[in-house]
């Protein structure tokens, strides 16, 4: 593996940093920790007086939560060495891989591009609730999720995560927890900070610049902050890592530049064929059905001669083999040229401006008022490959095309219907590769007040705030299919269109016009609106033996507003989409409105007893009225009990909801690519009626070929169907009818600080809770990958092979050559998930002076956050069979929710600290899986991963003049990701590092 000179380039951007801050002053913040990692919720200090903590709406003296919960601070977002939020939050046990940098669109029309998600338990962002200062924030997609890239990262003091429902506390989304960014709570002064990071392969560099100014006014009364930030971040490409493979050895994509024909059920007669092959071009003869028939593909070289290839073997392919074009074995003496694509990227690009501003001023001792606002403007750009029209997208060509070459027209001429046009399938890299950019204005303004109500110490809360999120999403390097139509229909080859015509038989180039002439740009353009009043009121109630009563009570309304509008080229009259390779898209909008009224009991039960010191009950309970589900109710019963002084009991049970978002009732149905997997004699993998799937080979050979003439593959080629491709389109779109999810949430845990007074390990402390999150009627699509499988009774689903069987509605077929024509992934309440598990993290600091090391010799911290995946099971349907996916890979409860459900995770840090400087090394540990189709089939032999150990190194130091700088080397020792699944060149970017090694510089200037 070649590396390149990155620490030049790192050095470069170090020194223009310093330039670049060198005449700047510091400001005053709150001191950064030495030890920054994920912590235990047990904060040693924290400012005097009553304290609402995540996940309770009870202002309370002491800072403890009942519910599992972990805080990230801002060094160890900085020590992460990204300049996006996600891959912070993604390394931590709790979370599993989401969107994220390495999401740069799809090449359908998406929702999503550059965005950045948390998944909690891995189920997904949409069950994720992410709160700014205990607040909503405005949606970022059609389904609900918040985009990380909307957080004001440089004003973060801490990140605070709940495990566990909390829609009681916070009202739906609440599912899987909740993940609350506490800004910092003043500012003074003027600080300005970049950090500057570069791969070792010389891509993928990332630069922040963030400038933050605040202070006070009106005699201390009122106070100010403003923010504002810009990142930047390039792309990192596969072509530049060795661990890629872009010629696969296994089918793949067999869509070309070259183009091929498909026969479909009108095939050839094998003797024309070899009057070809074997009379003019002198190869071999090649074989065909029993009732001599051609079963195989006709491909076009650039000289215009002909080669076989798809389920027989490649002969006279005379252009030269390339990664657009390679031949690979498909099977017993079977060969087939794959088609290839060397410009994708491992990390998206990112351009992003941000501006947060809060002002809060004292009314009167007792009325306190605020107001906030923040903008952020980003765009990302996904480049996909070239237009491949295969598979739906095929197209169709007559046989009066004036460049039908003799020896194929005697090809055609020998169909049982010769007059008929031909299925043609090629890759249009004459337009290069499509482009994806997205740009998001996301903007939210909040205003609030607070105050004393002058009984007891009763407080009241009161705010509003309006949001929105725009975004458009552009597509070029698209194809006509129109356009395309008309120059393949036309007599003269199309030269009365653009200049020269066009010649779609081999790798040719046509004219500048008549490029510009099939090419299109499309835009469709997304809006979600928000709108949220909520009031509270909190305080004491009565005392009890064992302390006070106190209460909070409340009432919030909130309106989500959701449209879509399509490119009139993707919703065309007549109900068509004349794009080749993007689907049909409809207008569409709808808006939910949600009131609701909570209400919280913070009940102390005991105290100053034997082994309870204090027990205390947390109870809650919320109504809330949806416009689209009507009533739901969620509550809850949390307990924490401090045995003694260094040991606390905590947990409870809650019951959540996640109301369908406004995207998931009424998003339109649009096409997506999704991957089913190449066939093979041992896996699951592929379309089932594939002659070389196991399943036409298996025990069942007979049923599933029944089953395959039953959906509509012709029997001319039932015995030689071939898909030729690791891909379906299939159709997902909103459901109107959907109704809320219901989860029931447990934990029981235990922190426990150190007893000893010994100085070396009186600053121990240990956490460990149990959790268990039970989703039922779970909103989702049904993967067309599992519905294909399940329908030929993989993890007998349909063990009658019934053509009726549920998962087969949702599979159609092309009744000329078998191809599936847009499968169905419904979203449906589909059945439920059942997620259990341990989280168990560790602390310990001590002086090295305590161990004998010298006097005033610095100080050493340990920290470990583990977590133990007991179960992930995932129910598709209610009745269906139910699969536990814990310690697998390939399977997800959605695209967005993360793939990897490894048994253990952990990330470790040892922090070195000496007066004004530290170093660290950090150690990620992913526990090695199986893939996720031996779960549903123990039999297949579709690999899975290994353990994957990574290690960071950090280091800072406080200059002179209020400079602090930081360097970093993220993946030290270059570790490879593994290969997920049988696909070469199949890494998981959303849990694995495919950067490889990392190298950043920051530096913060204060005054």
């Known amino acids: 593996m070649t590396s390149r000179p990155a620490f030049r380039w790192l050095l470069a951007g170090s020194c223009a940093y310093g330039a670049l801050t060198a005449t700047l002053a510091s400001a005053q913040t709150v001191p950064a920790e030495a030890n920054p990692s994920a912590t235990a919720a047990e904060p040693a200090a924290e400012p005097s007086g009553e304290i609402v903590i995540t996940g309770s709406r009870i202002a309370r003296p002491d800072y403890v939560a009942n519910s599992p919960i972990v805080s990230l601070s801002q060094d160890a977002f900085q020590n992460s060495g990204r300049v996006t939020m996600e891959k912070a939050l993604s390394e931590l046990p709790q979370f599993t891989g989401s969107f994220g940098q390495g999401n740069g669109g799809s090449t359908s029309t998406g929702l999503n591009g550059g965005q950045a998600y948390a998944s909690l338990r891995g189920l997904g ?53 909740v993940v609350n960014f506490r800004l910092k709570r003043s500012f003074e002064g003027v ?13 993928g560099d990332s630069t922040r610049i963030t400038g933050t100014v605040g202070g006070e006014f009106a005699d201390g009364r009122g106070s100010a902050v403003l923010s504002l930030d810009y990142t930047k971040r390039d792309r990192a490409l596969q072509n530049e890592r060795d661990y890629y493979v872009f010629r696969s050895t296994t089918p793949g994509l067999s869509t070309i530049p070259q183009g091929t024909a498909l026969f479909g059920a009108n095939l050839p007669t094998l003797a024309a064929v070899n009057n070809v092959f074997v009379g003019s071009y002198g190869t ?16 076009f070289n650039s000289d215009q001669t002909l080669f076989s290839t798809a389920g027989v073997p490649v002969l006279n392919f005379r252009d030269p083999e390339t990664d657009d074009a390679y031949i690979v074995n498909s099977g017993t003496n079977s060969q087939q ?15 992003r401006y941000s501006v947060f501003g809060k002002v809060d001023y004292d009314v009167t001792d007792a009325i306190k008022t605020f107001a906030q606002f923040s903008y952020t403007s980003y765009d990302s750009l996904g480049i996909s490959n070239p237009t491949l029209a295969s598979n739906v997208y095929g197209l169709s060509v007559p046989v009066t095309n004036p460049y039908i070459s003799p020896a194929f027209q005697s090809i055609l001429a020998s169909r049982p219907n010769p007059g008929a046009p031909v299925t043609f399938y090629k890759a249009f890299n004459i337009l290069g590769p499509r482009f994806q950019r997205y740009e998001y204005d996301v903007y939210q303004l909040t205003a609030g007040a607070s105050g004393k109500l002058g009984i007891h110490d009763w407080t009241w809360d009161l705010y509003g705030s309006i949001s929105r999120a725009k975004f458009a999403n552009e597509q070029t390097g698209g ?46 353009t997304n809006e979600l609106k928000q709108r949220t009043v909520e009031g509270g009121i909190q305080g004491g109630l009565f005392e009890l033996p064992a302390g006070e009563v106190r209460f909070a009570a409340g009432a919030d309304y909130r309106y989500n507003n959701y449209g879509f509008t399509p490119d009139t080229q993707l919703s065309q009259p007549d109900g068509t989409s004349d794009i080749l390779g993007y689907s049909v898209l409809r207008a569409a909008n709808g808006s939910v409105d949600t009131s609701e009224l909570y209400a919280e009991l913070l009940v102390p039960v005991l105290k ?25 109710h969620t509550y809850k019963a949390d307990f924490d009990w401090r045995v003694f002084e260094p040991l606390r009991l905590r947990g409870g049970y809650n019951r959540a909801i996640r109301a369908p978002s406004v995207g998931e009732l009424y998003a339109p149905v649009s096409t ?23 399943y036409r080979r298996g025990a069942n050979a007979a049923q599933v070929r029944a089953l395959c003439l039953a959906q509509g593959i012709p029997t001319a080629i039932i015995d030689s169907y071939q898909l030729g491709t690791a891909q379906v389109f299939a159709l997902t779109g909103g459901n109107p009818d959907l109704e809320e999810e219901k989860a029931d949430t447990y934990s029981v845990g235990a922190v426990i600080q150190s007893p000893l007074q010994n100085p070396v390990f009186r600053r121990m402390s240990l956490s460990v809770d149990f959790y268990k999150i039970k989703v039922a009627d779970a909103v989702g699509p049904l993967s067309i990958a599992r519905g294909i499988q399940f329908c030929f009774n993989s993890g007998d689903n349909n063990p009658t092979y019934d053509p009726n069987n549920y998962y087969c509605s949702l599979l159609t077929r092309n009744t000329s050559n078998g191809v599936p024509v847009n499968p169905v992934q419904p979203l449906l309440n589909l059945g439920r998930f059942d997620v259990s598990g341990i989280d168990m993290q560790f602390d310990w600091r001590f002086d090295l002076a305590d161990i004998g090391i010298g006097s005033d010799s610095g100080t050493l911290a340990l920290n470990t956050a583990v977590s133990y995946l007991d179960s992930f099971k995932i129910q598709s349907l209610p009745g269906a069979p139910i699969y536990d996916y814990a310690g697998s890979i390939g399977t997800g409860v959605e695209s967005t929710a993360g793939t990897a459900h490894p048994r253990w995770k952990a990330i470790t840090s040892a922090t070195y600290s000496f007066g ?26 579709t690999r899975g991963v290994k353990a994957y150990n990574v290690f960071d190194l950090n280091a800072r130091v406080d200059l002179p003049a209020e400079t602090e700088l930081r360097v970093g080397v993220t993946n030290l020792f270059n570790r490879e990701p593994p290969q997920v699944g049988d696909e070469q060149g199949n890494f998981d970017a959303q849990n694995y590092d495919v950067i490889g090694r990392y190298f950043f510089v920051g530096i913060t200037k204060s005054f």
């Open 125 to 177: 962002s949409k069950r994720t609730l992410l709160l700014l200062d205990g607040r909503r924030l405005q949606p970022s997609n059609p389904d609900g999720s918040v985009d990380l890239n909307i957080i004001p990262e440089a004003l973060i003091e801490n990140i605070e995560v709940i495990t566990g429902g909390a829609s009681t506390t916070y009202g739906s989304d609440a599912t899987a927890g």
């Open 191 to 203: 600080e300005l900070s970049g950090q500057y990071g570069l791969s070792d392969y010389g891509d």
């Open 672 to 694: 997506g690519s999704v991957a089913i997997g190449n066939p093979s004699a041992t896996t699951t993998n592929g379309d089932p009626c594939d002659v070389r799937s196991s």
């Open 608 to 632: 100053d007893l034997p082994l309870v010191q204090e027990f205390n009950l947390d109870l809650g309970y919320r109504y809330s009225d949806y416009s689209s589900i009507g009533g739901v």
């Open 479 to 524: 194809a006509s299919a129109s356009a395309v139509a008309r120059l393949l229909n036309s007599p003269t080859g199309g030269t009365e269109y653009c200049a020269g015509g066009f010649n779609p038989f081999g790798n040719l180039t046509p004219s500048q016009d008549c490029i510009n002439y099939i090419s299109r740009r499309t835009l469709n």
């Open 916 to 941: 004004p400087a530290s170093i660290g090394l950090r150690w990620r540990y992913i526990d090695k899986m199986i893939a996720s189709a031996r779960v549903v089939t123990p039999t297949s032999t």
């Open 337 to 351: 040229v794959n088609f290839g694509y060397t410009g994708s990227s491992l990390q998206s690009d990112l351009n």
């Open 284 to 299: 071999r003869p090649l074989t065909g059905n029993a009732a001599g028939r051609y079963t195989g593909q006709i491909g």
